[in-house]
């Protein structure tokens, strides 16, 4: 559970925590991973092609208009996450559950409109889950060479012990404030460090120096909780244009809220160490929302469909809040021992900035056998490198960053239907491609599904059942101990929809 806090919350403005933050936290905001309808889950999200149904708005606005009724349905879905991590050798295992609403929309046709080519003129709204950011991560083992230390000290590079020093009439959390305020996330950490006594100022050198001593390696816990969901809602319109061509658009807000928790301790340093443990706190909650739209289009040629999207990248505007704090236990030459806790009990409130994501073109083909059935195709571009933060003041490092590190992708939907009378049976599979330019960081994401539904007339119940697999690695901080773990994450999840025509 997350740890809750009695805090002081003195809000102010500082340089931008994003700079901190990895890339593979600024993926999550343009990774989609939309949890849809139980029949578009269960046929892998396939349906740019072929519309009809209330999740396939979201991946083809033209798909508003091949509805034959009315409909509006939701969908209530539960998650099962297990994540395996190694680290350095030793691996670690956690679970995770959910119970979540997501999915919920409708849409409505007017028909024969007018006497000349528009047959089908259409509405819909739609809200569903984008991505789901609840995670439970636990990474355990004994590093050889890094410790926390290294994180503090390139974080303390420019200061002096005078800058981080806390005076009579001063507090640490004054201080800590006053440190925010005027010079940074980084004078913070670093100002933290000093006051564990983690970090000594050698006067020789002009520099701080670490306490720690780890000849021998060092036993790290890392453990990351997350919770948030980011929200896409749908305002669509859509035509069918003489029999065979559908043409939408989506006019799209989306909404995020997400909350980190972060705990990394670390223990058995060498005999000889001062310190003898670290205990690092992180709480990290970013929130905002975003705008952006689709065009697309779908063209039937007998028992050949072809469909075709654009999607506009998606302009968020974001804000971040942090607090954290530090303790170490330590023994002194005399062989007392000590417990120094540095909570300086403020909330930072970061000023907003904007993260552009980039465009999508998604290409669609499928074949529909009558009322046997039918299989279904989609081909999805994305340019990762063209994600940009704002403003680029503040973030060209990081926007260089992002550039030269990430690629252009082409991921896969495949979906399949078999209709026995009111009865279908459905089978799907996704694949999304590792978006790094290295292949180190972030492997293929692969998701295999199955699902039926029952048509009794006006109402539809759909039911599927969907197995993600993902294999990626974490990056513990993003300086000095930036050390990697493996984590192979399997997902399990089971949707129910209720769909009702009028």
Known sequence: MFKKNSIVILLFFCSNYTNSQTIQELLNY????????????????????????????????ASSSVFNDNEYGFTLGTQKKSNNSIFFGNPTATNNSRFSFNHGGGVWLLKNYGEGNIKKVSFAINAQTNNSYDDFIEIRGKNPINSIDKFFLNNSSGFNADDLSVGNNETVSGVYKFLGQNYGYSSQQAFLAYQAYLLNFDTNS????????????????????????????????????????????????????????????????????????????????????????????????????????????????????????LETKSTDSNGLNYIDKIDPRILNSYPRYTIKTPSKLTTSAAIIFGKIGLISLDLISVDYSNIKLKPNRDFSIKNSKISNELSNTLNIRFGGELRLNQLSLRTGYSEMKDPYKRNNMYNTNKSMSLGLGYDFGETLINISYLKLENNKTHQLFDSGLTDLSQIKSNNYFTNLSIIFKF
């Open 206 to 325: 002009n520099a701080f120096v670490s306490q720690a001593k780890y000849d021998n390696g060092v036993d790290q816990r890392h453990i990351l909780e997350s919770k948030g969901v980011n929200t896409k809602y749908n305002l669509n319109i859509s035509l069918q244009f003489k029999e065979d061509y559908y043409f939408g658009l989506n006019i799209n807000t989306h909404e995020i809220r997400s909350e980190t928790y972060i705990i990394h301790k670390e223990n058995n340093f060498s005999i000889d160490s001062p310190i003898n443990e670290i205990t690092f706190e992180n709480s990290i909650v970013t929130g905002g929302e975003g705008f952006s739209f689709q065009l697309g289009g779908i063209a039937k040629f007998n028992k050949f469909r072809l469909g075709i999207t654009y999607d506009s990248p998606t302009w968020y505007s974001l804000w971040d809040e942090t607090f954290q704090s």
């Open 30 to 61: 343009s990774i989609d991973k939309p949890n849809g309808t139980a029949r578009f889950e269960s046929m892998g999200g396939a349906f740019g092609a072929l519309g009809g149904d209330l999740s396939a708005i979201n991946i083809n606005p």
